[in-house]
T-cell receptor, first 113, second 113 residues
Framework: AQSVTQPDIHITVSEGASLELRCNYSYGATPYLFWYVQSPGQGLQLLLKYFSGDTLVQGIKGFEAEFKRSQSSFNLRKPSVHWSDAAEYFCAVGANSNYQLIWGAGTKLIIKP | DAGITQSPRHKVTETGTPVTLRCHQTENHRYMYWYRQDPGHGLRLIHYSYGVKDTDKGEVSDGYSVSRSKTEDFLLTLESATSSQTSVYFC????????????FGSGTQLSVL
């Protein structure tokens, strides 16, 4: 069955420290991979996406993610977090010609001053 | 920001009553989606539309119906609300299929008592 796992429900990081949020997927075909961010009380916003090509993709707000086929992972990274990065982050997987994304349960990022 | 308006933003209703949520877009995007968001589940697709009067079911469609009589409006109806339908509902739009960037509304918090 297709699934997306975000192993960490919460992550706490000090401001200025580096960040890595994990995403593992189970999918039969070559996946389309996404990271979205949700600020409190808001809808979701696309951070970045991977369809093909370079496995390291750059997104908005200084985020990047790396697709590792051998590990079925698409982890999100940022070298130095800011207090404004406090939000919930969702990984999602889709396929070509498929209307249904499979979503992870989300990771809530807490920033320590 | 994409022009997506959800109404109402908050609603409290009683079990057994019908409820209609509205999503209005000003982007002229072909695809529209209704998701529900519950803690620990990420987002789950309820219904989607790929054109005027063209709709289809998502993974959690039981108890919900939709209509799209105009490109800009996508209505979600809970025919007889139940407490299990207490959730945050998000409308999203995209130009292409799900593998295109999704733009989300700000959500509707629905409480069924």
């Amino acid at each position: 069955a297709q699934s997306v796992t975000q192993p960490d429900i919460h992550i706490t990081v000090s401001e200025g420290a580096s960040l890595e949020l994990r995403c593992n997927y189970s999918y039969g075909a070559t996946p389309y991979l996404f990271w979205y961010v949700q600020s409190p009380g808001q809808g979701l916003q696309l951070l970045l996406k991977y369809f093909s090509g370079d496995t390291l993709v750059q997104g908005i707000k200084g985020f990047e993610a790396e697709f590792k086929r051998s590990q079925s992972s698409f982890n999100l990274r940022k070298p130095s977090v800011h207090w404004s990065d406090a939000a919930e982050y969702f990984c999602a997987v889709g396929a070509n010609s498929n209307y249904q994304l499979i979503w992870g349960a989300g990771t809530k990022l807490i920033i320590k001053p | 920001d994409a022009g997506i308006t959800q109404s109402p933003r908050h609603k409290v209703t009683e079990t057994g009553t019908p409820v209609t949520l509205r999503c209005h877009q000003t982007e002229n995007h072909r695809y529209m989606y209704w998701y529900r968001q519950d803690p620990g589940h990420g987002l789950r697709l309820i219904h989607y539309s790929y054109g005027v009067k063209d709709t289809d079911k998502g993974e959690v469609s039981d108890g919900y119906s939709v209509s799209r009589s105009k490109t800009e409006d996508f209505l979600l109806t809970l025919e007889s609300a139940t407490s299990s339908q207490t959730s945050v509902y998000f409308c999203a739009i995209s130009e292409g299929t799900t593998n295109e960037k999704l733009f989300f509304g700000s959500g509707t918090q629905l409480s069924v008592l």
